[in-house]
Structures are given as C-alpha cells and as structure tokens.
C-alpha cells in the first residue's frame, strides 16, 4: 500500500504555540507515523484535554475533539467503545493526564482501552503561564512555587506500569525520527498505549531536557530500547546494561571481562514488570534514560471484550428488540 | 368448622408490609401487588428503605417496608395511611405507629414481641400498642414464626431457612383477607426456585398455612373483596420508575436507528438504571461503568461524537459533578441524556429519600450561559415516555437533555400497558449530507440545529471542542460579536424545542377558584387530590409540568386564566421561582414539603382548602 | 533647534499600547500608569490578553494589548475608545483599529510595517491605513525598531535583545506626549535590573531617545498635559483585582486571628490569586495547589474543619466541579470562602475574556436546597474590601461564601488608597467554649451559625459529614419533620446575613426617572454613564448591588420608588431574572451584553437614552 | 505511659454495619492501636468519604468527618497540612478510593503527606449494594455486570507505589491482633502509611477472601512480613522466598541443599521499589499472599516541608503582617 500524504492529515487552521515549542516536532511525527501507516482520515478519532498542547486536534485533517480539561481519557473511552473501528489517538500534558485527569488517566490504562495515548511532558502547566505540574521536580522554582515545590513527582511510566499498563514508551520531541516509530509501534499495539513525550517548552521550562537531549552526549546519556535487543548504548556502543542483584547497573563492555552477551536482553513482551519498572526509574547521570518501547504486552483489551460479551449474549437470547423486551416476563392481558 | 364469613367490598385498599431488612418485605410486597395487578386491580407502590446501611436486627433503623394501594378504580399514589399493616416484628411497628389509618388493622407476628425486641426498638414498657397509642386499631397477634416452623416441619430444613419463609406465610394471611388467588405466587416460586423444589415447596407451603390459618381464626371475623379496576384492554406488566426510564432510553435509541451508549456511576437511587442498561447486552446496550460521574458523562459525550446516543443517568451529588461537562455538551452541541434521579439534599443529605430540590441545579448548574433542555416524569411507568421524549429531543434538536425524575418515581412500580414500538413517533437524526461541504455549526431553519458528522464517514472530517466556535464554519472563534451570535442561537435553539413538544394540559375545572401548579414525580398525589376535592364539591384545578426547559407555549395563557394560584413542590419552591422568573405578572402562592417523603394526598387537601378559603 | 511646542491640558486620556505578545506592551502599561499614578493622576487599566496561547508572531492571533485611562477627574473605567493607539506591528493596528477615537494619534513602529507582515496580519493590500478607514487619524509613522537600534549601537549586546528595549523608546515617545517625568521609571529599571546594570542602562537610553525623539520631530507638534486629580490625602499604591483579592483574604484571616489555607488548580483569570498566596509564606499563608478543582475545595474544607480559615479560588468551569463540595460546606456549616473569577461560558467558552455569566451556578449550582451566600466585587481595589467581607460573613456566620469578582476586575489596576488594618472590623470567630459541654448544632440566636470546635481541643470532640443531622446535636438523623427544619434553619442562617451588610445606596437624582440597576464588576462603566447622562441633564440613578444573596435588606423599597429600571449585565439576564424571582412585582427592562468585553460608556448612554425617551 | 482505655475512643453512636462485616473488626483494632498508644482523643482526626466503611467516623470519640464520596484523600490532607499535629486517619474503601477517589489517592501518596490511609478492600461497593468495583476480579459477575466485568482490577499496593508511595501494609479484617500492630506501625511512620485492609462484605462479596483465610491452610497462604527478618512461611516455618532472576519463587528449606540462610531478608527501607512491587504482586495459589509492612521508607513529608518552608521565608522577611504588606513595595503618598 503506497503511503498517504502527509499534508492529508493536516487542518486549514494555523498552528499557534510559541515559536520553538516541542509540540510542533511531535504535531509532525504524528502527521508522518499516521501516513506512513496510510490510516484513513476519516478512521481517525483525534481528542484532547485543555493545555497548550491539547489544542493538537484543530491541526489536525481527522475527526477532532478538544475536550476539557482533564477528560481527554474519558471522553476518548467513550469514543472507542462506542465505536471500535476508530484508531483513537488522545493528546494530553502532564497536568491534563496526570493532575486533574489523574483518575482517567490511571483507569483507561487499567482498562486496556485501545487507543494511543500521547502524553506532552514539559512538566509544567504551559497555557496557564507557568505553573508547577505533578511531574515537577522537587523544589522547582515555578509562577506557583516561588521558593520551590515541597512535592515529590510522579514518573509517568512508573505510574503506568502501577495502573496495570501495558505497552509504555518514552520518546523525545526534538527526535521526528524515533517519534513517528514509536507512534506506529503505539498504533500497531492493540490495547493502550501510553507515550511519554519528553516536550521542553520554550516559554516556561526551556532547557529541561538538554542534558540528556545533549546533541554530544545524547548516546551516552539516552538508550534506546529494542525487543529482543541488547540493552547497549554509548557513543561507541560500548556500554550496557546488567542485572545487579534486584537493580540495574551499567557496565562496559570489554572491561572486567564483560562481553556484549552478558548484557541483558530486552523483553518488551514480558508481562512481569520487575525489570520494565527498573529500566522506567533510571535516572541520569549514574543511568541513561530508558527511550523507545519499554513495555509491549499483549492482553485483552476492553473495547474487544466489550463487544464479544454482546455477541455472546446476542448469540443465546431471544430478546431481538424493544417490542420483545416490553412483552418478556410477567405479562398480563386485560380484556 | 366452617365459620360464616362476611366479604366486604371495597373500592382501594392500602397496606404496609413491613419488618426488619432480612423479612423479605420487598418481595411479599411485590408478590402481592403483580397478583392484584394481575386480576385486574390498579395498583401503586412504594418501597421504603430505611437508610442505605443495614442496622443492627430488630431496630427502628433497620426496618423496611413495602406499601401498595390497590383498588378497582385508578390508582395514582400508593397512599398516604395503611388501612393493614404488617408489622413483623417491634420496630416495624414503631417505624409505621404514624402511618396507619383510624380503624386500620394491624397484623403482627407475635413470636417477635418480646423484651428483648422491645429493647432493640427503643420501648420505654412492655406494651407497645399503648405506648404508640394504636389500642383502638383492629390488632391482630399471629404467631407467624411459630406457626411457620410448625407447618415447616419435617421438611428437613434449618431453623435459618425455615423462618425466611415467614413472610408467604403472612402474604397468604393478606390473600385470604382481600380474597386473592394464591395460584400466582405459587408459579412464581416454582419458577424462581426451578433448582431447589424444596425451598419452592416450603414457600407455598406456608403461603397456604397462612391463608388458611386466616380462614380459620376467630381473629379475622370477615374478609375484603376489591374488583379489578376498569381499566384500558390491552396488554400489561408492572414497572418501576427506572426500569421504565432504562427501558425508554432503549427504545428512543432504537427508534432512532442510533447504539445506545450509557456511561454512568453507581448512586442511590439512580443505580438501577445502570443495573438495567448493563444487563440488556441482548439488545446491544454499550453500558459503561466508569470510575466516577465525570468519567460517566465524559464517556458518553465521548459515545456521541462517534455517533452513538450518549447517555448518563446520576443523582443529585452526581449532577453537580457533571456540570462542567453539561457545559462541553451544550457548546459542541451533540446529542446527550442526562438522567436525574433525585434525592434529599444538600450534600448527602438524605441519599435514600426522595425530593424535588434539584430544579435549579438541573436548570443552571454550570459556568457560563449554557441551556440545556430540562423534562420531567411524573408516574413510575411514564418516566418510559419521558426518557423517550429526552432521546428524541437530545437526538433531533442535538442539544444535552436532563430528565428529572426522583427516588419516589424511581422506586415505585405500577401496572402499565404494554406499548408498541411502532406507535413511538420515529426519531430522525439529522445526519449531515455524505458528498456535501460539511460545515459543522451550519443550522438547519427549523430547529436551529446543527447536523451530526460520524467518525468514520468519508469527507465529513471535522473538529469540535470546548472554546467558542464561529458560526457556521465552527473554527474558534475570538470574535467578541460572534460570541454573542453564538450565545443567542444556543438559547434559541433550545427555546423552539418549545414547538415540538405538547401544551400544557388542565385538569379539572376550567373555571377553578384555584389552580393547582406541580411538576414532575407528585403528580399522582396532586391529581388524587384534586379529584377528591371536586367530588367534595370544590372548584379546582391542575396543570402538571413534563416540560420545564423550554416551557410549553400556553404555559401564560393557561396560567393567566386563574386567579389563585398555588405551586406544590417537594423543595423549598424552585418552581415557583422559576415561574415567577419566567411570567412575573402572575402571583403564586406555595406549598413546600421538604422530608424526604410524597406528599399526602391529605395534607394537600388540607392546605388547598385553607388556600381556597381564604381571602 | 527648539520648536514651539503647544501644551495642551486634558482632563483625561485613554491609551493603549499594543504590539505582538512578545514585545513588552503589558510591562509599557504598567510603567505609564505607575508614572502617571505616582503624580497624582486617575488611573484605571485593562490588560487585553488576545487568547490563551501565543499565537505565530505577526499575527492578529497573537496581539497583547494594555488600555489605560488617566485624567485629573475620577477615573471608573479604563475608557471605551483610545485617544492614543500604539501598535508595533501591522497585526496590533488591525485588532484595535475599531477601538480609535475618531480624531484619535495612531503612532506605529513603521520598521515592522512591511509586505511580510501586512501577510501575516491578513491585510489584503499594503495600504493598512486606508483597508481599515483611518487614513483621518492623526497617524505617526516612527522607526522605532531602527532608532532603538541605532540608540544601543555599542553596546554589545545582540540585535534581539537591543530590540528588547523597542517598548521603553515607545514609552518615552508618550511620555513626551504627555509630558510625564521619566525619572520613576528610571528608577525601575535600576531595582529590577539590579544584577544586569547594562540591561538597566539599556532601557533607559531608549527611553530618553524616545522622549528626545519625540520632542524633536515635527510629527508631533504639541503635546498634552494631564493636571493630577484631587484625590483623597493618604499612601496610595497600584493594586490590580487578584492581588486585591489575595490581600484581602489574607486580611481577613489575620483580623479573625486565623490561620490562612488556600487549596486551588491553577485557571484563567483565577491563578494570580493563588500565585500570590503561595508567595506570601512571610505571612504564613499556607497555599496548596492542588491536584483539580475538587481536591482545591476540598482541602479547603478539610482546613476549615481543623481550624484554619479556608478558601479556594477559581473560574467558572472550575466553579461548576466545586458544586458538590460547596454542598458539603453547607451542610456541615464550616467557614470557607470560595473565589469566582468569572469568565467567557459556556465550557472553556473564551477564557481570557470578561463575562458575567456564573451568577445563577453561583447561586444554585449545587444539589438539594444549598443555601450560601454570594457577594460580588466592583472594583480591582474594592475587590480587597469584599474579599475581606467575605471571610468576615463565613466565619462570623459559619457558611460559605461565594465571592463573584470577572476578568476585568481580576486583570485591571488602579492606584488604592491604602487602608490601615485596625481600620478594618475585627472578625470574631464563634469558637465553641472549652468545658462546656458541645453541640455541634446547636445554634446562636442572632445569627443562627452553629459553633466552631477546633481539632485538638480536648473535650470537644465531634463529628461532622454530609449526612443530615439531627439539629442539636448533630447525630445522623433520618427524621422527617428534623430535615425541614434543619433546611430552613440554614435558610434562615443565610437570609440573616442581610442584618449585617450595609443597605443598598442609590448613587444619581433619588427623583430619577430611569434606576440604573448594576452589580459586580460594571460598576466603573455604569457610573461613568450615569455621570455623563446626568451631565447632560438627564435625571438618572444608579444601584449597583456587592451583595447578592441574601440582598440588602431595604432593596425593594430602593427599587419600587423608581418607574422605570434597567438591569444592565454582561451576560443574557441572570441578575435580572433573579430580581423577578425575589421582587416579582416590579417590571425589570434589560442591557445584555455577551462579547467577553466590558460594557463601553458611550453604548450604555445610547441604550439609556433609548429607555429614557421611550414611552 | 500507660496504655488508655479502648473505650475511650468509642462514640455513643450505635454501629450499623450488616452482622459478621468486617468493618467491625478494623473499627475494634483501630480502638486498641491508638489506646496501646495513648494518643490522646482530641488530637486524632479520623476523615472518610462515603461508602459501608466510611461510616466510620461515626464510631469514633474523636474528632471526625464523614466527607463526600471520593474526597477522604483531599480533605484529610486540608486537615493534616492545616493543622499537622493532628494524627489524621483517612478511612476510605476500594470504591472510594481508587474508582471516584482515584486522583487524590495516588496525590496524597505522591505528597506524602503524613496520615494513615485504611484502605477497606471487599472489591464490591457495599453501600449502594453490590456493584464491582476498580478491584473486583476480572470476570466478577455483581450487580452491574450480570455476565462478568471485563476490567483488569487494580493491585491497591501496586497502585501505591506507582504513585511513589513510601509506606504500604496489607493486612486481612479477620486478624484483630495484626490489625492492630499494622496500624501501630503506620501511626509511627512519618509520611503516609497505606494500609490495604482485605475486608469481607458478608453481603455482597462473602467469602472472597476465604481462601488465603483458611484457618488451616493460612499459613501456607500467607506470608507475614517484618523488617528486617527472613521471608519465611508456612505451618512448619519451612518455606520461604528466594531470588529467580528478577522474579521471586518459593522454595523449601531442607530441601534442594537450601537452608534458611539462603532465604531472602525482607528490608521494608529500601528505596528501591522493585522487590516491594514484586512481593505486593505475589498470588496463591503458586505464591503466598504477602501481609504486614512491606514498604516503609524514611523520607521528607509534605505537611512538614510546608512548615519548614514557611518558617525559612519568616525568618528572612520583613514583612510580618498585613499593614507591612500593604506598604510595601511602590507606594506613594498624595498630600
Ligand atoms: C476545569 C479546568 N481547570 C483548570 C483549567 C486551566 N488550565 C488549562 S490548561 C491547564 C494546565 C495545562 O498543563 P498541561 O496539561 O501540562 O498542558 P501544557 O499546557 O503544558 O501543554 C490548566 C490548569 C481549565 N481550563 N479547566
Ligand atoms: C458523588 C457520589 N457518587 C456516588 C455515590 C454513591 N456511592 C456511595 S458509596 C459508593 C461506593 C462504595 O464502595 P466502597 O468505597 O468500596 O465502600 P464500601 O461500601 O464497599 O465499604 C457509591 C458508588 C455517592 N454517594 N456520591
Ligand atoms: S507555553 Fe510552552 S508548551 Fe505552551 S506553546 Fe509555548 S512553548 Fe509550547
Ligand atoms: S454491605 Fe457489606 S461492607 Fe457494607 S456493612 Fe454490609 S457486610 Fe459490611
Ligand atoms: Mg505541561
Ligand atoms: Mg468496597
């Protein structure tokens, strides 16, 4: 099948976020990921919470719906039960999804609603101008927080994963390239799939990404995670992850006799979530951060069970209608 | 021996079952009012939970109950007095002293009266009766329990097991005194029991003890005869306010060629709606049970942007949960119900109660200027219709619809004639134009609608949302003029749902001294009112509300002919206020209630009287 | 060379700054209206943020405006209409080219006037003047991007950071113009810049060259003088409507000897409030920002329930998730105080924007009978006193409160006399007595509030929740007649709030023949028309009402003096329907506006006029 | 000190639960941990939201507040950040806090805000009677799902830490005598305490734990936890839990050449999550469900910071009332 144009997937209307914004790049992995998969338009449910980056829909040449704030997972839910032959793509930020849609968030990964669920973490509340988001760093400095947040963040895998996830996926907005692939992975997995977008926002928390977004050290300071593939990273490839007890550790490959086979291999489709969980918590600088599809376990999901319990149902009971339904029972003629 | 007996017959008979939480009482009571109804009877019922948590055995806080009026004329209320009371044990009896007629008759089962009982029912003596001030009742002592676990002997069943058959054997003490067939209940039981025959067995067993046992004694020295009721031919079944409302919403979806999607949270006393939409996967029901109300109507919001009728059904707190996204559906203008079942408020209030003090939430509980069309049901069977109507309005006028109903509706039941499908008027989407130009806040001349575009139909790929749109083309819109386009059309809209729904009905008296004004769930006490006064003699009248947002179109005009006008609410007096809003050039007086319970058709009368009688 | 230069006194200014979102037209604002404040002069602003998002540069999207009106009379408004327009770039001129006098100065960057940007500002020719009809503006034509350019040749800095400082050459243009000392904002640059003296330096050669500039070229040929207006003696600061309201909350709490807590999310035009609360832990503020809406509200309650005075801020749509909560305030009658800064509805509707619309959920967006008060302020100053009334009526009186304040009020800024804080009525909280024995409901007799019994006082131990209570004693109570009397009785407790809130005034000819009635945040508009009209002989009056529910006691005998009254309100008619449902004998015309702007002075004389000649 | 008397922190309210719920034994075994540690009555605030078990309050001589149905996190947390020497115990059930209460839950975790959270798990919402809940199992048929729900469940403990929790505790109602010693040890924990009750609704969900319960075979079942201690079960003390790569498994001592030395040592502090998460996730029948403190790490609290934040501000401010605000800054004065 030849691939769609990009310029089908896009809207008449202007895109309005401040010059350099992170969310353009992923508006345009997104264009590329859905025509490089030749989705029709028409298939494609695009919808969002409130957030700057929730305004991701208008740009959009599909069905779009920018929601309110915090609903994007429950208005999204309802859209692909209610009609599962949708690819339903939801678009949300860190307070969208992890603050006032806490609850959503953690229930429609817990329900295994298929959908992609793209995450926009520039761990601040950008359209409000610059508050603190529940993925702030302790004691950062915000409009809300003068002298610094008293408050520990969440991990948006971490929390994933404790809601029962099944495929998570950590990308970076200036990266195109390994965005559009992972959105296709995320669109190919049945079930939900959640993708956090490291997003830096220019205005209010630029720069939170360099050190790993280092254009030198990225190799070093990012790994790249592939089923079935080594766990190695480095300039030089020359660098990998081992077991350690219950813990990680990273190691060189050639030194103290360790080879490229004592590296662990990564198994995205493990169900256990020990080792997925520990790759998720790695932190910069004693680890790299864990990039790709970190997780990617096949399960039922709810939208299908949903429809196969009505089949099964249907298949077995003599109730067709309204009229037959009315006249089932206890029913009584007055003459 | 046989005993001449006198059967004496009445036009309406109301009785409370009543007893502890494990009596059974719901089911005795149900038995009773599907034989009735089932001879040709009208009946009307009420079941009424104590509080949504069991109480320790044998106190006042654990009993519950079960009233029904049934008669051979029309039935509109299950009745203010018992003319029977079942009393199964001490604290059903001071949970129900109130509520018993002059001359009624009470039954007990006189295995419970005891001190420790009376203790756990908070007596201050040994003599009950007195001390409730109910000697002069008709009081009869049965010992059920003993008697049940005399019939039951041998049957080789528990002491537990034998006693849960207590209430067939009182039920059969009610057929025998209203001279009802037993043969109902004992296909029930055979049916329901399929699997265990014994406990089938055991039950009918004490149901014929009982009736018999009530033919022999000298206590009940003659018995009743009700005749069935003229009512319309046709076919009928019994249905309780909201499986009359899950069953509506069923079929407005099915009228209109449109999924059914409910999205909804469990709450008292809307939580059987949900129950009822899950269970009819046999008629493709997509029945959501979401983590909370937002998620409730946020889901079904989500439904009907894909093209499925959304819909959610709550009360009260839940109602106030779902206002910001009431909001969401009325600017996208897409199509949506929104049940109210309510309940005794503020806050928790009185979760298991009924009540009218939602009017105003439902009317303008969220930001912004933002119409949403609001109806009512007013009798258990006819919240059918009106769930119907919110669908047909939701989807042709493509706006959110609340329908108020409330726990008295929700949870009484009543005989109701089987209608056709076909005879529903058909519901038309207003799909939009596959090949055409779509453009989504175009409006159609009549109704000022916008046209629905599906996901997942070719060309018509559109966006939607939460900000300001611009006329016609949808795109947000800043525009400070386009705002206020935008507002007025919203409002007009809504207002012309006013030329697609009835007018506003009078019963009674044309020329009444008084018209009577109510809305919603006490119209089948505000109608036995009015028809007891005007066989008194009196000059009334009743217009009762279905369609509160957009009012019908003679609402003035009808009103306006009367000079005194009363409003009766089961609040403070949001109607009132809302019409006062609405024709201030009218007076109107006011008659609140606000207990957690019906009105009485007596304290109506009571109150409409005085008002007719004053100056 | 020097020119005769005519200065020209004026009694009061309108100008607004504009230009793209980046280019500093908010810190310009703020820097003349401090200036002009400091010297004496009337002030009154308006930030006009276009959207929430910055939009591409250049675009109409994407422009950030300042208004400010100045004079030597009173100043209510920050003006309908500019005198003097700044636009920056061809967008600035397009989005404001309506809001230009006729007759009025049109200065622009003329560097930015290019054929890139009349494309990105949509203009269709390269004639801006003559597209948008202003070619008979007094239009000036400066090279600002060039001249600051040149200005900061030198200095080392980059061409994007030179261009920084293009707003301060503009605000010495105009101070020029106004021939305003340049010194105070001088002395500005020097605090805030005090780390980078070349950024400091920086700016003030721009402005100098800008003043300098201005006094040279013939394109200005006169300039005007502005006389300082009399005023009433005292210290004086600028204060905007949010940072009014959190100071005022923090007043209250400090007068009642209470601890402040604030729980709130973040909203548009809210968030200022709760960003200053959060930076005023040197007053022991304890702010939390919460997780949504609800968490805001319901830490707040938790806060009040531990002894704190709690209070929670938002905007509509976040009002309308606090609904059910407000409920549980109610019902379990704790102080809490809950901020509205009201904006464009319905759902996310235009939230940038001014709007009057939440005063029906205000009032009613809750389940059951929810009785609270809402009060409503009317200046960005007075928003200081009403946010202290508020915390003075809910611990004094044990309720919520709702204080309506809009995103005029909330983003505008005026000089503020600065009140002495033992000026202000000391706030007693009516804590429950320690020894004697406590009832959670039992009731004061003046006010009817229940007391208050603070966590970790030992023999005060209680418990409270969203139950009906029985009154008294405040156990879980199901009674019927005990639910009546305990909704009204929290009726009541709310109704006797009118005894002690201020009478409603009549500003204008008590004789008038049109009452202009008015409340929150239109009180500017609505005074400076009635001023006018009244100017030229028209006999007019005005009530404009902080407190809304319960009313000041004397409201209808204010309003039924007067034939005929206008309710004039930013939205379709709340407060005018609101006074039908309380006041139904009275006939009420309407004003109604709904563009998310403020009413202008010169509509509302027009439409009053109209009213007026109308028989 | 000498221990209070249980009664003492009784009400005079009647307690109105169905007969044989467990709630009744948690309600005695709350008693008896705070009369074992003499806190004194008017220092504890026991907060709910609505549901069977949120009654609790009710029973309680303290001071108490029945909330609103989802919002015991929230409003507990108002309470204990408002006035922190309050002991605040959240009291709150499987459908009050992780369906409605989801959000708040897994905040007041992230903030750890000191308090302990009694989490009653009968996987059913009791109150409204007999609806599944966010933990009823897969396939559950209640009230509201007549052919089987078709939702995964959430693991409260795996919930907890996703969140970023720093306490967890699992304990079952039956076992006043673990109750109460669990409870005690959350009270002592600084930061929150989350205790899963496993709860039996006789009504609605009876015998849902009966299995693990069994009072012959519970040893075997059951692994009770302590810090510190080897992770051995079992009627003969003769098995235990040992490494398997990043999983656990259960071996036999004596068996295999294991002895006890080669049994894992439970260490409830340590940060590191992904043996606690793997021991939260433990199910019979193949592994023995793991009760008792299994996470509690020592780390800053919310409620505390808030106070130390405050006072740093204080100590370097001039401004020390309202009058020194308001004249602070620009002001002028018109004479
Ligand atoms: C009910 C409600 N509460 C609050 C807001 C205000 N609000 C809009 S977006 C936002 C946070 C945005 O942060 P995030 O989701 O991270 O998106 P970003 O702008 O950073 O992309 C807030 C608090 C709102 N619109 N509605
Ligand atoms: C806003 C709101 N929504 C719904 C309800 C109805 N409701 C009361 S308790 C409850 C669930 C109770 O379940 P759980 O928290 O597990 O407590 P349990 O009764 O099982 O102890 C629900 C849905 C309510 N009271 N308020
Ligand atoms: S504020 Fe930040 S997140 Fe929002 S559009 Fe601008 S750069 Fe992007
Ligand atoms: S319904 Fe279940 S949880 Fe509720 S009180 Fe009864 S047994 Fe306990
Ligand atoms: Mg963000
Ligand atoms: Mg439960």
New interface residues.
Partial sequence: MKKANVKNYK?D?EVRWCAGCGDFAVLNAVYKAMAEMNI????I?V?SG?GCSSRF??Y?????????HG?A???????????P??SVWQITGDGDALAIGG??FI?VIRRNIDMNLILFNNQIYGLTKGQYSPTSKMGAKTKSSPFGTVEQPFNPGELVIGARGKFFARVVDANIKMCTEIFKEAEKHKGLSAVEVLQNCVIFNEGIYNFINDKKEKSDRQIFLKDNQAMIFGKNKDKGLMMDGFKLKVVEIGKNGITEDDILIHDAQENDTVLHNALINMHPPEFPIAMGVIRAVKEQHYDDL?EK??KE??EK?S?????D???S??????? | MSKKIDTIVLEEVVIKFSGDSGDGMQLTGTQFS?TS??I?QDVSTFPDY????????G?V?GVSGFQLNFGSKAIKTPGDFADVLVAMNPAALKANARWIKEGGTIIIDSDTFNKKNFKKAEFKSEKPFEELKLEDRNIIQAPISFLTKETLKGMGMTTKNVLRSKNMFTLGIIYWLFNEPLDLSINFFKKKFKKLPKVAKANEMALRAGFNYAGTVEALPRNYKVAPAS????????VSGNVATA?GL??GA?RADL?L?I?S????PA?EI??EL???????V??????????GI???????????L?VTTT???G???K???I??A???ELPLVIVNVQR????????T?T?Q??L??A????????PAVVIAATTPSDCFYYAYEACRIAVEHMTPVILLTDGFLANGAEPW?????DDLPKIKPPFAKIGEKYLPYKRELEKLNRKWA???????????????KMEITG??S?V??N??VM??Q??EKVKRVENFIPELKIYGDEDAHLLIVGWGGTYGHLLTALNEMRKDGKKVALAHFNYIFPLPKNTFDVLSKFKKIVIAEL??GQFA??L??NF??L?YLQYN?????PFTVVELKENFNKILEAK
């Fill in positions: 809207s209307q029709p338009t028409e298939d449910a919808v409130i829909p208008y959009m040449g599909t069905y779009g719906f920018h929601g309110i609903r997972s429950a208005i999204s839910s309802g859209v692909k039960v209610a009609n032959k949708l609850n959503h229930h949903v319990q009505i149902v249907q009971t109730i067709r209608n309204m009229d339904l009315l006249n029972g206890s029913v009584w003629e007055v003459k | 599907n109804a089932l040709g104590p509080a949504e948590i069991r109480a320790p055995q106190t806080g009512i319309e031919k046709g076919f009928y079944r019994n069953w069923i079929a099915e999924n999607f999205g949270y469990p709450i008292t939580t949900l129950q899950t269970a009819r996967k046999d008629l493709g997509k029945a959501f049970q979401a983590e909370d109300e937002i998620a946020c889901t079904a919001i989500g439904a009907s942007f894909a093209g499925n959304g009360s009260g707190p109602l106030a949960l206002g910001e996204a909001g969401l009325v600017i996208t005794g408020g503020p806050s928790t209030g009185l979760p109660k009540e003090s939602d105003m939430q009317l303008y509980g969220r930001n912004g200027e933002s004639r089987i209608p056709k499908m599906v996901p997942g139909t070719k060309g018509l790929e559109h966006r939607i949302g939460g900000l300001e795109n947000v800043y400070p003029e705002h206020e507002s007025k919203r409002a609040n403070l206020n809302y006062r809003m201030p050039s007076e209630k606000i207990q957690g319970l």
